[in-house]
């Protein structure tokens, strides 16, 4: 069961061009991770939001967890190559031991 | 920190030939341990977790078995290899410290396994 979708799928940007991808559920979750993951190797944790309507800034991007908690959004301001990457959010609920992951936005940033 | 060691990095297997994946943690002690699967571009899959030695979980059944032979130590196996077993194999466990402690994941590098 796919309990996070993200949206879009895949996105090709230019250089200093802005952009928002989307995390949403029909579940609550305790806690939202968004990952980025380079070709070939493991995804790296970028943030961790854990109260409804929190917004928490990483230099040019902003993250936000929707007030109920069930979904969240990651927008970057003036995408630069080196954003391009593969972004997940995962979460986890109050219950069991798992995390559950997005479906994934594969980011290309042209210069 | 805990750290994830994967190896191998990459793995070339015919079909029907057995696989072994060794997933070892180190800077933590007892922690839940995850086999992930991905495919290109894509999220991910959990394949099996498990909260102790030898306790295993499966999520989707299918050829792939998983064994925790001792407390930071995670192995993905098969007896006969498909094609449809090809893919990134990741291993991870949750964060040990911090003020987020257990809810982010720390993964490994990763196996890229190709089944010909």
């Known amino acids: 069961t796919q309990l996070l979708e993200q949206s879009p799928q895949f996105l090709s940007i230019q250089e200093g061009e802005n952009l928002t991808v989307y995390c949403n559920s029909s579940?609550?979750?305790?806690?939202l991770q968004w990952y980025r993951q380079e070709p070939g190797e493991g995804p790296v944790l970028l943030v961790t939001?854990?109260?409804?309507?929190e917004v928490k800034k990483l230099k040019r991007l902003t993250f936000q967890f929707g007030d109920a908690r069930k979904d969240s959004s990651l927008h970057i301001t003036a995408a630069q190559p080196g954003d391009t990457g593969l972004y997940l959010c995962?979460?986890?609920?109050?219950?069991?031991?798992?995390?559950?992951f997005g479906t994934g936005t594969s980011l290309t940033v042209i210069p | 920190s805990q750290t994830i060691h994967q190896w191998p990095a990459t793995l070339v297997q015919p079909v029907g030939s057995p696989l072994s994946l060794e997933c070892t943690v180190e800077?933590?002690?007892?922690?839940?341990l995850y086999w992930y699967r991905q495919a290109a571009g894509r999220g991910l899959q959990l394949l099996f977790y498990?909260?102790?030695?030898?306790?295993i979980s499966s999520e989707v059944p299918q050829n792939l078995s998983a064994s925790r032979p001792q407390d930071r130590q995670f192995i993905l196996s098969s007896k006969k290899l498909l094609l449809s077993d090809s893919g990134f194999y990741l291993c991870?466990?949750?964060?040990?410290?911090?003020?987020?402690?257990?809810?982010?994941?720390?993964f490994g590098q990763g196996t890229r396994l190709t089944v010909v």
């Open positions: 800077g933590t002690s007892n922690p839940n």
């Open positions: 498990s909260v102790g030695i030898g306790q």
């Open positions: 991870a466990c949750p964060s040990s410290e911090g003020p987020h402690y257990g809810a982010e994941a720390f």
């Open positions: 579940s609550v979750f305790s806690s």
């Open positions: 995962a979460g986890r609920t109050n219950t069991g031991n798992q995390f559950y």
């Open positions: 939001v854990v109260t409804g309507g």
